[in-house]
């Protein structure tokens, strides 16, 4: 029902900048890119997949505490994409990289999307970014 597709991952150095795209790809009746939260998550090596970055349908958006200040996510319904630029990279950002779709969205006590895997239905294979110190 809903395919997604990441790409822009990459090798940079401490401190450099990388674009992650994710194109979404919806075949559900009467559902279209905007019907959908969404999310990106990583899972270093050896570690559980965590939440990095969330935004709902109205563009509100939620991030993880390491990230805020360096990460943004956004969505452009007109590309049915999914970004993440991603800043001032450091080593401990080096992991594999998803996208996620929610069928609803799901809020924690301070109102901001929740970012837990399982909330989320649909997932796309991954991009690698590795951040060289």
């Known amino acids: 029902q809903v395919q997604l597709v990441e790409s822009g991952g990459g090798s940079v150095q401490s401190g450099g900048s990388l674009r992650l795209s994710c194109a979404v790809a919806?075949?559900?009746?009467?559902?279209?890119?905007?019907?959908?939260?969404m999310g990106w998550f990583r899972q270093p090596p050896g570690k559980e997949r965590q939440g990095v970055a969330a935004?709902?349908?109205?563009?509100?958006?939620n991030y993880a505490d390491s990230v805020k200040g360096r990460f943004t996510i956004s969505r452009d319904a007109a590309k049915n994409t999914l970004y993440l630029q991603m800043n001032s990279l450091k080593p401990e950002d080096t992991a594999m990289y998803y996208c996620?779709?929610?069928?609803?969205?799901?809020?924690?006590?301070?109102?901001?999307?929740?970012?837990?895997?399982?909330?989320?239905?649909?997932w796309g294979q991954g991009t690698q970014v590795t951040v060289a110190s």
């Open positions: 996620a779709a929610a069928n609803s969205e799901i809020y924690g006590d301070d109102g901001r999307m929740v970012m837990t895997p399982y909330d989320y239905s649909y």
């Open positions: 919806v075949s559900r009746y009467g559902w279209t890119f905007s019907s959908y939260a």
């Open positions: 935004i709902d349908t109205d563009g509100d958006t």
